[in-house]
């Protein structure tokens, strides 16, 4: 399957400070990439679409201005946790859609956030 | 409204055969994805149905039955290192995963 890089992949911050976590498809060309988040024992939450050249389209709940999201090429698209705070300590994990038949997400390896 | 179900948990012998059903109302459908996720590791893609069916992957098949909304992942010759949640995503009309919770798979010896 196609490969996608996270980075970092353990941010350990105080809280106020901003963290920006990279998501790269080593392989492919994503013109769309997926942010998503997960805290212990629970299921994905998706946060918001990333497309290629145009503004994130963030799920309803998800503040735009606390998680900046830049795609500003077809196999990079960043995340920025600005002003973190405790709670927003989670797992964020990153997708690239392959396109073809399919339109498969791949994820990356995710990176954890722990905010003190 | 749109809706993936699938069973919480799940325990099963090693060595023994495992179904883990998924039934989803969607807007539309673009295919039926299988994931698997190690406990504290991100989803590894396992499967992808399209077209009513059995798709078979070594110990590892799904089935689609689109008429029924239906889609199961059946696991063979099961082994420890099975033990994972398996995420059922289907995709709706505009190409969005609409994700179930996941089922919890227990393998025990």
């Known amino acids: 399957g196609a490969v996608v890089s996270q980075h970092p992949s353990w941010v350990i911050c105080k809280s106020g400070t901003s963290v920006k976590i990279e998501c790269r498809s080593l392989d492919f060309q994503a013109t769309t990439m997926f942010w998503y988040r997960q805290f212990p024992k629970q299921s994905l939450m998706l946060m918001a679409t990333s497309n290629e050249g145009s503004k994130a389209t963030y799920e309803q709940g998800v503040e735009k201005d606390k998680f900046l999201i830049n795609h500003a090429s077809l196999t990079l698209s960043t995340l920025t946790v600005t002003s973190a705070h405790p709670e927003d300590s989670s797992f964020y994990i990153c997708?690239?859609?392959?396109?073809?038949?399919?339109?498969?997400?791949?994820f990356g390896p995710g990176t954890r956030l722990l905010v003190l | 409204g749109q809706n993936i179900d699938q069973p919480t948990e799940m325990t099963a012998t090693e060595g023994a055969i495992v179904q883990i059903n998924c039934t989803y109302q969607?807007?539309?459908?673009?295919?039926l994805f299988w994931y698997q996720q190690h406990a504290g590791e991100a989803p590894t893609f396992l499967s992808y149905?399209?077209l009513d069916g059995l798709e078979e992957k070594g110990r590892f098949s799904s089935f689609l039955s689109r008429s029924k909304g239906y889609s199961y992942l059946l696991l063979k010759e099961l082994q420890m290192k099975d033990s994972a949640s398996y995420l059922c995503?289907?995709?709706?009309?505009?190409?969005?995963?609409?994700w179930g919770a996941g089922t919890k798979l227990i393998i025990k010896p």
């Open positions: 995503a289907v995709s709706d009309s505009n190409y969005q995963l609409i």
């Open positions: 997708s690239a859609r392959f396109g073809g038949a399919t339109e498969t997400q791949y």
């Open positions: 149905n399209v």
């Open positions: 969607t807007s539309g459908f673009n295919g």
